[in-house]
């Protein structure tokens, strides 16, 4: 790996990472998009290679520039913020690839319900004080008991891509 990570602890810079959603919906016709604007996240690097850490979003923060749509959102039908405000993916294993990739796997938990999810992430930029990282991966979202679909408006999966940067934490 050419952009080597320095061991450590590293804090998400809510500032300058974004995460995003697309999905197909209309029968096709129309892709939704949103970005969450609640993101926090934290994550070490050991010495032995070893990797932990995980980023939080707030459900209600995300943002598809509808407000009706927004709050459908935000209801029972999908992400049901009431009784589950958070989101987080917590990384379990990272293995170091070639071309500045890492495969990343982990647990998604949406809705209270956490299943494995594997990303492969882009270390696009690693200093001795920044990490920043890209990534794109799908998620079923009726694994999650977000079945709604009125009419068979939505199908297929939902694709989040993901630029993360880190700044080393202070002691």
Do not use: C
């Not at 294993?93 to 999810?117: C, F, H, I, M, W």
Request: hydrophobic content about 40%.
């Amino acid at each position: 790996m050419t952009a080597a990570v320095e061991t450590g602890l590293w804090q998400l810079d809510t500032t300058r990472s974004v995460i995003a959603v697309s999905h197909v919906t209309m029968w096709g016709m129309v892709t939704v998009k949103g970005e969450f604007k609640g993101v926090t996240g934290e994550g070490e690097v050991r010495a032995d290679g070893t990797v932990s850490g995980s980023v939080a979003l707030e459900a209600a923060s995300l943002d598809t520039k509808h407000k009706k749509r927004d709050e459908h959102l935000r209801s029972a039908d999908f992400f049901d913020v009431e009784r589950h405000p958070t989101l987080v993916f917590a990384v379990r294993d990272a293995t170091y690839r070639q071309n500045d990739t890492v495969e990343v796997k982990g647990r998604l938990t949406v809705r209270g319900v956490s299943r494995p999810q594997t990303a492969t992430v882009k270390v696009t930029e690693s200093s001795t004080d920044s990490i920043a990282l890209t990534t794109e991966f799908t998620v079923d979202r009726d694994q999650f008991g977000m079945g709604w679909n009125r009419l068979g408006m939505m199908r297929g999966l939902t694709t989040v891509t993901a630029t993360l940067r880190f700044t080393r934490a202070s002691a």
